[in-house]
């Protein structure tokens, strides 16, 4: 049962734009939400998070979005930028210690 | 200073075979887990310690056993290979402050191929 899905596997943006990148989850539990960038032959580094509580959390260039109801979170990245070509992973927590993850987004920024 | 280290970063063996990574954090956190991405790039929690405590063991088989002779280290034993152990395994950390999550820190991975 896959708890945490990123529908999109892929994502091409021009430089300057917007990337929109998309998470959908099931477990009505999860109450914490992050999103890590992973470039290729590295681990994942966290990007920003949301608690339940918000619906919005915003670091630079960088927001995220939570609709509870909806069960569905965004993360937007404006403007992109090449550097941020990597694969995005979504993670949700319904308790300490224990992330579940999404199979990721690859985002690529076209200069 | 690397926060996350894990070694060896590549791994190739054969079935059946008997292996070991390492893993080991420098940012004095307490809790640490291995990760294990699949070919369907799913990052999946197998296990989780605690200071040295065992707190999550999802369902893996028998033939993986962590092993952390402290806060700062978790080694990953694997007997008996099988094909579908090949995958990338990740190390990663974090610190609970006040019953709050934490983010997790990863290690560079280390990508086994069992052949």
């Known amino acids: 049962d896959q708890q945490v899905k990123q529908n999109s596997p892929s994502l091409s943006v021009q430089e300057g734009r917007i990337s929109i990148l998309n998470c959908d989850y099931t477990?009505?539990?999860?109450?914490?939400f992050l999103w890590y960038k992973k470039y290729p032959a590295e681990g994942p580094t966290f990007l920003i998070s949301?608690?339940?509580?918000?619906d919005k959390n915003e670091d630079g260039r960088f927001t995220v979005f939570l609709n509870k109801s909806a069960k569905h979170l965004s993360l937007h990245i404006v403007p992109s930028q090449p550097g941020d070509s990597a694969v995005y992973f979504c993670a949700a927590s319904a308790y300490a210690g224990k992330s579940t993850f999404g199979d990721g987004t690859t985002l690529t920024v076209k200069p | 200073d690397t926060a996350v280290s894990q070694t060896p970063k590549y791994l190739v063996t054969q079935m059946g075979n008997d292996k070991s990574i390492k893993c080991e954090q420098n940012?004095?956190?307490?809790?640490m887990y291995w990760y294990k991405q699949d070919s369907k790039k799913f990052l999946k929690i197998m296990f989780s310690?605690?200071?040295?405590?065992?707190?999550i063991n999802e369902t893996v088989p028998n033939r993986f056993s962590p092993k952390s002779p402290d806060k700062a280290h978790l080694n990953l034993h694997i007997d008996s290979l099988e094909l579908g152990d090949s995958a990338v395994y990740f190390c990663?950390?974090?610190?609970?402050?006040?019953?709050?999550?934490?983010?997790?820190?990863f290690g560079s991975g280390t990508q086994l191929s069992v052949l």
């Open positions: 949301i608690s339940s509580i918000k």
């Open positions: 477990n009505s539990m999860f109450d914490y």
């Open positions: 990663a950390s974090s610190q609970e402050i006040g019953g709050a999550y934490e983010k997790l820190f």
């Open positions: 940012l004095g956190h307490d809790t």
């Open positions: 310690y605690n200071n040295k405590e065992l707190i």
